[in-house]
């Protein structure tokens, strides 16, 4: 597990749950700009946000937006959660979305995310 710390800390964790997840080859990208991605594998992306504020509906769109140009499931990580709007766009395209909890570890916030968890076959983006 990683204990994390700051934003650096965030990616890493997130990179180690999506390798849980399956995706062996999710690798951190480097520090600096991402067009919209912080963890990317063969067949996931992957923001990471850690705001202290909740995460809104406009940086879940742009993830949203890069993983369909791409053909890849889309999963947004958040140390402060999401507001309701974000939330419900997520929910409305099945984008699996994540908390990170006390114990530094990532628990999902919608049904997208458990179903991931769960190891359901994944939605492609935009399915609905």
């Known amino acids: 597990m990683v204990i994390v710390t700051d934003s650096r800390s965030a990616e890493l964790a997130a990179q180690a749950h999506m390798r849980w997840l399956g995706h062996e080859d999710a690798q951190a990208l480097p520090i ?3 067009g919209g991605v912080d963890v990317a594998s063969s067949q996931a992306v992957a923001q990471v946000k ?9 940086d879940v769109q742009q993830l949203f937006g890069v993983a369909t140009a791409q053909q890849k499931l889309p999963i947004f990580y958040s140390r402060a959660g999401f507001t309701p709007k ?21 628990h999902p916030t919608n049904q997208s995310a458990t179903a991931l968890e769960d190891g359901s076959s994944p939605p492609p983006p935009g399915s609905r």
């Open 32 to 34: 600096g700009p991402d």
């Open 50 to 58: 850690d705001h202290g504020k909740p995460i809104g509906s406009a």
């Open 86 to 106: 974000a939330q419900e766009f997520a929910d409305l395209v099945r984008l699996p979305t994540f908390r990170l909890g006390p114990d530094s570890a990532w």
